[in-house]
């Protein structure tokens, strides 16, 4: 009985889309914009002109690739497999690594954005972007802090802002001069405050 090669799916233009952005966003957070559409085209496995079927010109592709990077839905995935049933510092300790991926990716493709050109159109939803991911992370680190209400001197919405502006700092380089905190000391300074008699 002769056997017969099945032809793969072919991926629809969002799968495609998805899965070149799945290549080429981690390129450009090591390399930047500088980053050719052939070496974009090489880590996708794809012939450069499919780029090109996808995204009208390599600065729409850059564009998506920051929106990528901006996506709350990971990150809230992420942060909502955190068990609840963790003391609040490992839980915490938890999910500032999850944010500190994201942020990283974050502070390095935001600032490829000045050297490619944008319209409006493009700058608007980028920033309506960034709001629903940062309105996202803080409610997802509230749920994580409910539990423990009533040790916190402040409502958990307001712990999770702080958290999230600790950790952005944290890794990032033109924020940070004196050395980045580990995970652990940065919730230790969350928790307990920069004086010894907090402890």
Excluded: C, W, Y
Aim: aromatic content about 2%; overall charge negative.
């Amino acid at each position: 009985m002769s056997s017969q090669k099945t032809r793969a799916r072919p991926l629809s233009p969002e799968e495609r889309r998805s899965a070149i952005l799945d290549a080429v966003v981690p390129l450009l957070i090591d390399h930047g914009a500088a980053v050719t559409t052939a070496e974009m085209a090489e880590a996708a496995g794809i012939a450069e002109g499919t780029i090109f079927r996808v995204f009208p010109d390599k600065a729409s592709l850059l564009h998506a690739a920051v929106e990528r990077t901006l996506d709350p839905s990971p990150v809230d995935e992420e942060l909502s497999a955190i068990d609840p049933a963790l003391p609040l510092a490992d839980r915490l300790e938890a999910a500032a690594n999850v944010l500190a991926g994201q942020f990283e990716g974050m502070t390095a493709l935001i600032g490829m954005l000045r050297s490619i050109p944008h319209d409006d159109h493009s700058h608007a939803e980028m920033h309506r972007t960034a709001k629903l991911s940062m309105s996202t992370v803080i409610d997802s680190l509230a749920r994580l802090m409910e539990p423990d209400r009533d040790r916190l001197s402040v409502e958990p919405s307001q712990a999770a802002l702080l958290m999230r502006g600790l950790v952005f700092i944290n890794v990032n380089p033109m924020l940070t001069t004196s050395g980045r905190m580990s995970s652990t000391q940065l919730v230790d300074l969350l928790l307990n405050g920069i004086t010894k008699e907090a402890r």
